[in-house]
């Protein structure tokens, strides 16, 4: 696999779609931070978002919002509107109590999150900047957003066999294209996703996460992908603000935890799978990342748990 399709099947990546939110002005709601990333789509009407970073952004029709981090945020159809907090306005939802269903202009949203199962969060989701706004289709994978997104209306709008594995197929989808439409949009000049943009850094990040358990040194991943030691270590920190062989310990962690939280393995063999021929040495290394022995991560780790 390409290295973002290693890390996105590492980092467990899932998807909620709320269903289509009908809202009538004057309405307003208040986000409050969360672990999981939000995004917002506009299918008809207008609104105004209250960006992390203190932006506030016009929304027009077909927009789409993401934010990345969870970070608290506001969404509104003016930016003086009385707003409730968002789990306020869910537990009126769910109670079947009508909230915001005046008089006024009527806005419909789709909402939904995107969790990842992994904590820290891999460089790639750090880099992330605290909002993306996705506002023009004019490149191939703006477009495809918007193809996604109407798949995705159409499969709330009529609920059939299988509606719940298309939706969260159809939102996993989506998540990719507004990646990719982010670095048409933006092209980072640093960070996890300007490293996927340089072909020879990109292929050692492959090289790295498809094979955590070869004895990869710093002299062989420049031979691998074609630069001298020096100037492959300077353009890989350049780029991800860490070494070679530090992001190379930090995915073997990784994926040592996915195989502690998803298997029954010996610890030996995670060790042996993750680079380390000495138990011992995975184990030291392992604490130090994590805070706990593997044995301790395993045993007090459910499945699919995340770590605190």
Same mark, same amino acid.
């Given at each position: 696999? +390409?290295?973002? /399709?290693?890390?996105?099947?590492? =980092? ?10 009908? *809202? ?7 986000? !409050? @931070? +969360? ?13 105004? %978002? ?56 009527? =806005? ?14 891999? &460089?790639?989701?750090?880099?992330? &900047?605290? !909002?993306?706004? !996705?506002?023009?289709? %004019? ?10 997104? #109407? ?11 299988? /509606? ?5 197929? *159809? ?6 294209? %507004? ?6 949009? %933006? ?15 990109? @292929?050692?990040? @492959?090289?790295? #996460? ?14 691998? !992908? ?12 350049? *780029? ?16 040592? #935890? ?9 610890? /030996? ?40």
């Amino acid at each position: 696999m +390409d290295a973002l /399709s290693t890390v996105l099947e590492a =980092t467990r990546l899932k998807s909620v779609v709320y269903n289509k939110i009908p *809202l009538t002005a004057p309405w307003g709601l208040d986000i !409050i @931070k +969360d672990e999981n990333s939000q995004f917002w789509r506009l299918v008809s009407g207008s609104c105004t %978002v209250g960006s992390p970073d203190g932006r506030v952004i016009e929304m027009k029709e077909g927009d789409f919002i993401f934010v990345p981090h969870g970070s608290a945020h506001w969404i509104a159809d003016k930016p003086t509107s009385l707003r409730m907090p968002s789990p306020e306005f869910v537990k009126a939802l769910r109670a079947g109590i009508p909230v915001f269903n005046g008089d006024g202009e009527k =806005t419909i949203l789709i909402a939904g999150h995107f969790e990842f199962d992994y904590h820290p969060l891999h &460089p790639f989701l750090k880099d992330l &900047p605290p !909002i993306i706004h !996705i506002r023009q289709y %004019v490149t191939e994978n703006q477009l495809l957003v918007r193809q996604v997104a #109407q798949l995705m209306l159409e499969e709330l709008n009529n609920e059939r066999p299988g /509606s719940s594995i298309m939706l969260k197929c *159809l939102s996993e989808m989506m998540f990719v294209h %507004v990646i990719r439409a982010y670095l048409e949009q %933006v092209a980072p000049e640093s960070g996890y996703l300007s490293a996927l943009n340089d072909p020879r850094i990109s @292929k050692a990040l @492959k090289l790295m #996460q498809d094979s955590p358990q070869n004895d990869w040194t710093l002299e062989s991943l420049a031979s691998e !992908i074609g630069m001298s030691r020096s100037v492959f270590f300077n353009q890989f920190k350049k *780029l991800m603000h860490e070494t070679p062989l530090s992001y190379l310990t930090n995915w073997r962690i990784r994926m040592a #935890q996915k195989l502690l939280m998803t298997g029954d393995s010996k610890i /030996s063999e995670i060790a042996a799978k993750s680079g380390y021929q000495s138990e011992a040495a995975f184990n030291r290394i392992f604490k130090s990342k994590t805070g706990q022995t593997p044995a301790v991560y395993r045993r007090v780790k459910p499945f699919g748990g995340k770590e605190s």
